[in-house]
């Protein structure tokens, strides 16, 4: 195999520095490591060096191989040492001008034909290049942490950019072992901008009080299969990451309320209290663990009331099925009784508002969310209104535990905890299609290796049904009066005539 780039310079010698150096001396190049720290350069060859070895331990890794790709990766001492470079990957502070003095410096000492790439998060490449003699040379090359693990990496063409040079770095990172996915520079590029639904919106629903982070974390991971919930996410990335891409995010897009951050990662950014490597964020971590409270068991009821189920109830039928399977007692009266608990199971409404319209006795009616399927969650989620009685919660509770499964119980929220952050996620990857950020296609596939989200979001989109994702934001719209819940144009044609959300328009 013919390697892309024979010499490779990275600059920066921190986690992502490293890790590109690692799998560039494995694809096969000659790399030079500089950082203006000379110990830092020093300290990641070794730190690499080890990664090699253990590898070798475990038998995943040839002697001769970890020889071989210990001889590619050297030190270089200043950025003279990279003049015979051809490819040379800054990944330094996220500080645009700092990067812009930085590519200039470079341009006046390597040859006409060095592809000069850019490991940014969220800066704009076009701005990065911006002043170069050279911006067609200029491009970004954005891998996630840890780097060797982690096996996206996202190609982002500048405006100036020629094309012929993301071709090669796009062949140069399948040469790396990783998938390449075409990018367009937008702010966040692909995966920071489609992950931007997640955290954001939990956020959103924490600081009105609904329920706490680790019930959120709960939801979100036993209903809609999330490996992380969005607060472990949160102190898994460290706030110190995460809250200056959300700002730099919404300030490149002049403040779109789809974006906007939140208050509570500011003050925690600003207290230090930034995630896991520094002990404590959302959770308090004792030895590499968080620390949680367990759950309260279900309340014990010693006499269940009868169950009457809203006709207008999302699922019905299989709710009612449900119902039947925990043995509870179900009316169906066209109205309910004196005594009977009553259950509603709205898209994108609150229970209060399902209550007052349909003239519903709100201390006695509460709130189940079947946006999935029963059978393929770990969890149910039900939410009272402020006008609940204990004794209808604490029934409610008790039913739906019968079987097992975990229940969580909720404050009123138009569109419950993951109907909220769901339609978030799969409306800001409609918009980025209407944007053309990228193809469907490549989103899904950067999401999914990028994120880790159980289906691309417009795969998840399809699952539920882009009708019903469209009435989630509809109504959550008419609730709330919030610009940030505007379905996409993208979503909104293809929810009104049921058209595939992996489907193009060319």
């Known amino acids: 195999m013919i390697i892309e780039f024979k010499q490779v310079a990275v600059i920066g010698a921190g986690a992502m520095g490293r890790g590109i150096a690692q799998i560039a001396a494995q694809a096969g190049s000659q790399v030079w490591l500089y950082d203006t720290q000379a110990q830092a350069c020093l300290k990641a060859q ?22 071989s790709y210990k001889s590619r ?3 270089a001492s200043s950025l003279q040492d990279l003049k015979s470079c051809d490819l040379v990957i800054e990944a330094i502070i996220e500080r645009l001008d700092i990067k812009k003095s930085l590519f200039a410096e470079l341009e006046s000492l390597l040859p006409l034909g060095t ?20 911006p067609a040379q200029c491009a970004g090359f954005h891998f996630f942490n840890p780097v060797p693990l982690m096996k996206v990496v996202e190609v982002i063409a500048g405006l100036k950019t020629d094309t012929a040079v993301c071709d090669r770095l796009f062949s140069y990172a399948k040469q790396m072992g990783h998938t390449p996915v075409h990018a367009h520079d937008t702010p966040g590029f692909i995966v920071n901008h489609a992950g931007r639904g997640y955290g954001t919106e939990a956020l959103r629903v924490v600081s009105e009080g609904v329920s706490d982070f680790a019930t959120i974390d709960r939801i979100l991971k036993d209903q809609a299969g999330f490996k992380l919930g969005p607060f472990e996410l949160f102190d898994l990335t460290a706030l110190d990451v995460s809250h200056p891409v959300m700002e730099s995010i919404y300030n490149q897009y002049f403040q779109e309320p789809r974006y906007r951050p939140s208050v509570i990662t500011a003050q925690r950014f600003e207290a230090g209290l930034v995630g896991k490597k520094v002990g404590e964020g959302f959770y308090k971590y004792t030895d590499g663990k968080a620390l949680t409270a367990p759950e ?34 179900i009316e169906t009266e066209s109205t309910p009784s004196a005594q009977a608990l009553i259950l509603v199971a709205p898209l994108g409404f609150d229970v209060t508002t399902v209550a007052v319209v349909d003239l519903l006795d709100p201390s006695r009616t509460v709130g189940i969310d079947m946006l999935f399927d029963d059978s393929a969650t770990r969890r149910r989620v039900l939410a009272t209104n402020p006008a609940t009685r204990v004794d209808m919660r604490n ?18 929220s138009a569109g419950f905890v993951t109907q909220r952050v769901v339609a978030t996620i799969v409306n800001i990857a409609c918009d980025m299609c209407q944007q053309r950020v990228c193809s469907p296609q490549d989103l899904d596939l950067a999401v999914t290796l990028g994120l880790g989200y159980p289906l691309g979001p417009l795969a998840l989109g399809n699952l539920l049904g882009p009708a019903n994702i469209l009435e989630i934001l509809f109504n959550m719209q008419t609730v709330y009066g919030d610009p940030r819940y505007r379905p996409s144009p993208w979503l909104r044609r293809r929810g009104a005539i049921g058209l595939s959300l992996l489907q193009t328009e060319d």
């Not at 000069?116 to 290049?129: F, K, Q, Y």
């Open 46 to 67: 070794d730190a690499v060096g080890q990664m090699w070895d253990t590898l070798q331990a475990k038998g995943r890794l040839s002697a001769d191989s970890v020889v």
């Open 73 to 75: 990766l050297h030190v």
């Open 115 to 134: 592809v000069m790439a850019t490991n940014t998060s969220s800066l704009s490449i076009t701005a990065i290049a911006a002043g170069l003699q050279r």
């Open 296 to 329: 309260p068991p279900p309340p014990v009821v010693d006499a269940m009331p009868p169950v009457w189920v809203s006709p207008r109830a999302s699922r019905r039928v299989e709710l009612l099925q449900l119902l039947k399977d925990l043995g509870a007692h």
């Open 395 to 412: 029934a409610a509770h008790a039913l739906f535990a019968t079987d097992g499964k975990a229940v969580s119980v909720i404050r009123d």
